[in-house]
């Protein structure tokens, strides 16, 4: 999971979703529709499983006006440390402490 804070941090996901995943990253504001938040389980567009978050890194989402980016020059193994990190993020706060 640390390889996938620093992934999250290195590829730019904290500069549309905030390095505490919250969807206020410095460019959030500038976004229609706006970056995910993802404490909201209904964020998971593709469900909140590991599996189903590393397939939304791997193909970006285009749908309903969304534009996040594929980051298909991630690995798969890369792709799930991501994934893994922004799982934690969700099940901080399901179990209450609000913090990743």
């Not at 410095?26 to 976004?31: D, G, H, I």
């Not at 298909?72 to 913090?99: C, M, N, P, Y």
């Amino acid at each position: 999971m640390e390889e996938g804070r620093s992934l999250y941090g290195t590829n730019g996901c904290a500069s549309c979703h905030g390095p505490a995943g919250h969807g206020d990253g410095p460019v959030a504001k500038t976004l229609v529709p706006a970056p995910r938040d993802f404490r909201d389980a209904a964020a998971f567009k593709n469900g909140t499983e590991v599996p189903a978050i590393a397939r939304t890194l791997a193909e970006g989402l285009a749908t309903n006006g969304a534009g996040m980016p594929r980051f298909d020059h991630l690995t798969d193994h890369e792709r799930r440390s991501i994934a893994l990190f922004i799982r934690s993020l969700h099940e901080d706060v399901k179990e209450g402490t609000g913090q990743p």
